[in-house]
């Protein structure tokens, strides 16, 4: 499946919401990832920290996110 930059970043702002208290609870509130190693980060962090379904998305997240043209990744910054 393909996704557009602005798409995955959207995905992974949603999931740095919804792990914020639970495994992202150093983050402040309002902060999103902007660069590619804070997003590869927070999708580590979610993966190693968070419950099994947080587990599955941020791993799925990642292939998304390193199987994007080398110049999209950094076209959203």
């Avoid at 419950?51 to 080398?70: E, H, I, Q």
Wanted: glycine share 6%; charged share 30%; net charge positive.
């Amino acid at each position: 499946m393909q996704m557009a930059p602005g798409d995955l970043k959207r995905e992974i702002d949603e999931l740095t919401d919804e792990y914020r208290r639970r495994c992202l609870w150093f983050l402040r509130e309002g902060y999103y990832p902007a660069t590619e190693a804070e997003q590869l980060r927070v999708l580590d962090s979610v993966a190693r920290y968070g419950d099994a379904a947080g587990f599955r998305r941020a791993k799925a997240l990642r292939v998304l996110w390193l199987s994007l043209p080398t110049s999209a990744a950094s076209s959203g910054s």
